[in-house]
């Protein structure tokens, strides 16, 4: 049975996702829907982006992954499908899809043919286009029925971490969670190479503030309750986090801010 999932900034409340849900089951009753998230914060590409980048790998090969948070909906951006090595990933094209689908590896994108949609509303294309273009790869149609090829489209929402100095790493704050922690776009391997170990004393600067030292701890129970710690999180990510507390609210940070970490000796 084909998975379509589903990870939107449209919350519960309102009627936005079971009636994109409906639209699938329409074309296709016999897929599995699987919600990812409709919690991601409105209109913030950068945290869905990071959403899927960490999720859609825990899918079996084939399924697609649908992404609306779309401030542009209704402008002359388009609609992508992206075809990687084990899935397809549907969505507008404003960065999106894009961390996961790298990382995945591109085989082939496509901007949708919305001609091949009537009464398509200027303000609800995961309805009148990204659904139904799920719903019709769920079916086996090949993408390039359904859109048409393209080497251009927007790059993701955040940057990538660098090495300012050996020991020393500059990345930025790319999701704070529901817990308050601090997930930055740094991965472990990059933590590791810079030969940097768990129990080791870190100089943590945050958009230019004075700097702090943390050291980087293997669970959030290796700390006092309201001490701050760097780990290593589920994600490979590093991230600064206050245990049994909440890290962004002590310390006032925002996602998209800079951070720099260096070990110190």
Do not use: C
């Not at 919600?35 to 991601?40: A, E, L, N, P, S």
């Not at 090595?85 to 969505?91: H, T």
């Amino acid at each position: 049975m084909p998975i379509i999932t589903l990870l939107t900034d449209f919350g519960l409340q309102d009627p936005y996702v079971g009636v994109m849900k409906g639209v699938i089951y329409k074309i296709n009753p016999n897929v599995k829907i699987v919600d990812i998230t409709h919690g991601v914060s409105k209109f913030n590409v950068r945290e869905a982006a990071f959403i899927l980048a960490y999720s859609y790998k825990y899918f079996p090969p084939g399924t697609i992954h649908v992404v609306v948070v779309d401030p542009g909906v209704g402008t002359a951006r388009k609609g992508l499908i992206i075809k990687t090595k084990k899935y397809f990933f549907v969505g507008p094209d404003n960065g999106v899809l894009i961390s996961a689908a790298e990382e995945n590896g591109i085989q082939a994108v496509y901007f949708i043919n919305t001609e091949n949609y009537k009464e398509i509303s200027y303000t609800f294309h995961g309805r009148d286009v990204f659904a139904p273009t799920a719903a019709y790869l769920s079916l086996g149609i090949p993408p390039s029925k359904l859109g048409n090829p393209t080497e251009k489209y927007l790059p993701a929402p955040y940057s990538r971490p660098s090495i300012v100095e050996k020991g020393t790493i500059s990345g930025e704050i790319i999701y704070i969670d529901g817990f308050g922690n601090l997930v930055t776009n740094i991965p472990s391997n990059l933590i590791w190479k810079q030969e940097i170990r768990y129990g080791d004393l870190l100089e943590v600067t945050i958009r230019g503030r004075r700097p702090m030292k943390l050291r980087l701890h293997k669970a959030y129970g290796e700390t006092p309750p309201g001490s701050l710690l760097l780990l290593i999180n589920s994600f490979n990510h590093l991230e600064i986090s206050m245990n049994m507390g909440n890290a962004a609210n002590a310390l006032k940070v925002k996602q998209g801010e800079k951070i720099t970490v260096r070990k110190v000796i």
